[in-house]
């Protein structure tokens, strides 16, 4: 038999972008895409380029967002459509993830989390998942990758962009 197996992972979309201006444009494609309830799921090494990553989606809702990285905030608002949370999880203990609230920020916008791989099972569960590797000084692989409900429609949406493997 040919063709996908009924229960197959929806393969993944890799984009190889040479410049951080690069990255933002992959994250300012991906904006208009966005709603309420979405999260981002921003996974890899320090200085990977998921910061950058926030800055295309903050700047796509609003040309004026001012972003800084929340590493000591924890949570930075960003207006547009609808808020945009920024979030980093690189300091925040398992135990002091609940606290911040995060369930309520969901439902009021999108959500797009640093450290992503320490999100609570139900907020990662219909994430779009965005991996970064850091290939040289100035040149990064992003893998977006999603399991079910929005975070799927988003993979799907960017399948087939130009630059998508
Ligand atoms: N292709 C690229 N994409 C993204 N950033 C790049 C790229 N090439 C070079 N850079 C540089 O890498 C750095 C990425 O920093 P950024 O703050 O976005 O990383 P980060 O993943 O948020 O790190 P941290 O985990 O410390 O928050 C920036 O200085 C940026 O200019
Ligand atoms: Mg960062």
Redesign the pocket.
């Given at each position: 038999m040919t063709g996908p197996r009924p229960n197959a992972p929806a393969a993944a979309v890799h984009f190889e972008?040479?410049?951080?201006d690069?990255?933002e444009r992959v994250a300012e494609r991906l904006a208009p895409l966005l709603q309420a309830g979405d999260v981002l799921s921003l996974e890899?090494?320090?200085?990977?380029?998921?910061?950058?990553?926030v800055m295309g989606v903050a700047r796509a809702f609003d040309p004026h967002a001012h972003v800084r990285?929340p590493?000591f905030t924890l949570v930075n608002e960003y207006p547009g459509r609808c808020p945009l949370f920024h979030v980093?999880l690189?300091r925040v203990e398992p135990s002091a993830v609940e606290p911040l609230g995060l369930d309520e920020l969901n439902e009021r916008g999108v959500l797009a989390v640093?450290?992503g791989e320490k999100l609570p099972t139900h907020l990662a569960r219909e994430a779009l998942r965005v991996s970064?590797e850091i290939l040289a000084?100035?040149?990064?692989a992003l893998t977006l990758s999603a399991e079910a409900g929005r975070g799927l429609a988003l993979l799907e949406a960017c399948r087939g962009w130009k630059g998508a493997r």
């Amino acid at each position: 038999m040919t063709g996908p197996r009924p229960n197959a992972p929806a393969a993944a979309v890799h984009f190889e972008t040479g410049s951080a201006d690069l990255t933002e444009r992959v994250a300012e494609r991906l904006a208009p895409l966005l709603q309420a309830g979405d999260v981002l799921s921003l996974e890899g090494p320090l200085g990977a380029g998921k910061t950058r990553f926030v800055m295309g989606v903050a700047r796509a809702f609003d040309p004026h967002a001012h972003v800084r990285s929340p590493t000591f905030t924890l949570v930075n608002e960003y207006p547009g459509r609808c808020p945009l949370f920024h979030v980093d999880l690189y300091r925040v203990e398992p135990s002091a993830v609940e606290p911040l609230g995060l369930d309520e920020l969901n439902e009021r916008g999108v959500l797009a989390v640093e450290w992503g791989e320490k999100l609570p099972t139900h907020l990662a569960r219909e994430a779009l998942r965005v991996s970064f590797e850091i290939l040289a000084a100035e040149s990064r692989a992003l893998t977006l990758s999603a399991e079910a409900g929005r975070g799927l429609a988003l993979l799907e949406a960017c399948r087939g962009w130009k630059g998508a493997r």
